[in-house]
């Protein structure tokens, strides 16, 4: 597979070069410079294929001759030890449970295999660094993805407050590989000096650097690999319309159930269920973008007001404006809303759902509301219940268990270091580390 910036069709670069480079020259983000048909692999998969099995299969079919099948295969059992869970709740409805992994966050599918391939890719001893604005639940899942992995080291961006999760015996000073730095800015700050990084080539090509965010295409296409796996393990159980309801905020998420679609996936349409902030409710139905001012609600992880990947949901738009207008549905959820189907789903379905799924869900009723053909929803559920423990033991009376890999995640953790959001420091905090 090759791939453009969304910026231009020329200067077109191999996985490998979009995943080590992870920004073009131009200032885009890489996207596919075409589909790759997958549907002679997975059309044939039933649902007794496990989800490692799948990814040593399509691997290669990503890569095109840039990972041979052993190469793929050993990247897959080192990524995925955990899987995704289909659920077939009733006729209309389904979920995705995508958490299951380290940190019980849908992110550890995609910091997971991009760890892992990287680790098969640097076999000439060559080392990088991964750069990175995270917080809460995917400051762990990339901390816990990257750590003890070969030539490498994960430098974490984080905003002012607390970071979670974080190991400090993997920390750099302490012989690790992680290097956690808080930025004195917010998010935007901190996803701001990715970039600079990134395009300050002296300093970049020095540490060899590339990201571990979303922008970075090795981060994001993993993802579409879940929804082949639910598409292989729920195709012999329903005859209607599929449609995934996918809860929203950066679009990574929604891109790379898009790109699935490009892909072969048959599937007829996705629900973009966003919270009150409703970022691309207006550019989706082909209205010009405006971001609008953040607000805070009780899904956190879908606060975005202007997300990294507007880009790519451009380009797809440019692409295929009949797919957006006709397959892409925006939704917007109230908190309110998503209370009430957290109790709901609890008393319909005896499941507890954590906020963010609970977004998903209503964006699914909402468009059954609606909806004649019979469709089937399926839901991706991004986040263990336990996370939004207390909200859910207040909306049902009772408190969902929590593994003990997620007990440990509570903790919080030092920074090595603390700086205000410049480049400059940002540079000199990392040089003085590494």
Excluded at 134 to 160: C, E, H, W, Y
Excluded at 185 to 210: S, W
Excluded at 224 to 239: G, N, S, V
Excluded at 318 to 342: G, L, R
Aim: net charge negative; proline share 6%.
């Amino acid at each position: 597979m090759r791939f453009r910036s969304t910026k231009s069709y020329k200067n077109q670069v191999s996985f490998k070069d979009a995943i080590l480079r992870c920004l073009p020259p131009d200032g885009g983000l890489y996207i596919p410079s075409e589909a790759v048909d997958m549907r002679q692999f997975f059309l044939y998969m039933n649902d007794d294929t496990s989800f490692a099995e799948l990814v040593s299969v399509l691997t290669p079919c990503l890569f095109q001759n840039e990972l041979n099948p052993m190469a793929a295969s050993r990247a897959a059992e080192s990524a995925f030890i955990f899987e995704p869970e289909l659920k077939i709740l009733d006729k209309r409805h389904s979920v995705l449970n995508l958490y299951d992994g380290p940190t019980g966050y849908y992110k550890d599918f995609g910091c997971s295999f991009l760890a892992s391939v990287l680790e098969e890719l640097l076999k000439d001893d060559k080392r990088i660094m991964i750069v990175s604005a995270s917080m809460g639940d995917t400051a762990a899942s990339l901390a816990k993805a990257f750590q003890g992995r070969k030539r490498m080291t994960a430098v974490i961006l984080f905003p002012r407050g607390a970071v979670y999760g974080l190991d400090p015996e993997t920390f750099v000073p302490n012989g690790g590989n992680i290097l956690p730095i808080q930025i004195e800015g917010t998010q935007d700050d901190c996803q701001k000096l990715v970039r600079e990084m990134i395009n300050d080539r002296p300093f970049a090509e020095r540490y060899h650097i590339t990201s571990s965010n979303s922008i970075n295409a090795g981060r994001l296409l993993p993802q579409t690999l879940y929804y082949l796996y639910a598409f292989i393990k729920i195709k012999k159980e329903i005859h209607d319309d599929l449609v995934f309801s996918v809860p929203s905020a950066n679009f990574g998420h929604l891109i790379a159930g898009l790109y699935a679609w490009k892909f072969g996936m048959p599937v007829n349409g996705f629900i973009a269920a966003m919270n009150t902030n409703n970022s691309f409710g207006d550019f989706i139905r082909g209205k010009p973008f405006t971001p609008k001012p953040l607000i805070s609600t009780n899904t956190p992880s879908l606060d975005v007001a202007n997300p990294t990947n507007y880009e790519r949901l451009a380009a797809f738009y440019e692409e295929s404006p009949s797919v957006m207008k006709n397959m892409v549905f925006p939704c917007s959820v109230s908190d309110e809303t998503t209370v009430k189907t957290i109790e709901k789903v609890w008393e319909k379905y005896g499941i507890m759902m954590d906020t963010h799924g609970a977004v998903g869900f209503a964006g699914a009723e909402s468009f059954l509301a609606d909806d004649d053909s019979g469709s089937h929803v399926i839901i991706p559920v991004t986040r263990h219940p336990a996370k939004s423990a207390e909200l859910i033991y207040k909306v049902t009376g009772k408190r969902p268990d929590m593994p003990e890999r997620l007990r440990k995640l509570t903790k919080e953790a030092e920074p090595v270091a603390v700086i205000p959001a410049q480049l400059d420091l940002l540079e000199a905090a990392i040089a003085s580390c590494c």
